[in-house]
């Protein structure tokens, strides 16, 4: 890809940590300023893991992995197992700006 989105509307937040979280790992709210990983929908994706803390990128371009890839232009994302899904049924629709098929990864705005 020659273009970069990297940067665009980035906003994230601390939270509290509920089990285990990796970077990179859609995540939802849980209790009061907690977080754990996703199932199903989804608020954002960790960025950072520290102490029983971990950063969440609510907003912006990010870059997920994926079991079911996506199609670039709107498409319907579900979390599941670490990863985002297609999920035509019961997703939200996100903006996928980009999809890269060898390294099972996708860029969207959240």
């Given at each position: 890809?020659?273009?970069?989105?990297?940067?665009?509307?980035?906003?994230?937040?601390?939270?509290?940590?509920?089990?285990?979280?990796?970077?990179?790992?859609?995540?939802?709210?849980?209790?009061?300023?907690?977080?754990?990983?996703?199932?199903?929908?989804?608020?954002?994706?960790?960025?950072?893991?520290?102490?029983?803390?971990?950063?969440?990128?609510?907003?912006?371009?990010?870059?997920?992995?994926?079991?079911?890839?996506?199609?670039?232009?709107?498409?319907?994302?579900?979390?599941?197992s670490?990863?985002?899904?297609?999920?035509?049924?019961?997703?939200?629709?996100?903006?996928?700006?980009?999809?890269?098929?060898?390294?099972k990864t996708?860029?969207?705005?959240?």
């Amino acid at each position: 890809m020659n273009v970069c989105f990297n940067g665009f509307g980035e906003n994230v937040l601390t939270f509290e940590k509920q089990g285990t979280i990796a970077a990179g790992d859609p995540v939802m709210v849980c209790g009061n300023g907690i977080v754990q990983k996703a199932t199903g929908r989804f608020c954002g994706i960790c960025t950072a893991v520290r102490n029983g803390f971990v950063t969440v990128q609510l907003s912006g371009y990010a870059r997920a992995s994926y079991t079911t890839a996506p199609s670039v232009g709107f498409s319907k994302l579900s979390a599941a197992s670490g990863k985002l899904n297609l999920d035509v049924s019961n997703g939200v629709e996100y903006l996928v700006l980009d999809v890269d098929t060898t390294a099972k990864t996708f860029g969207f705005i959240l």
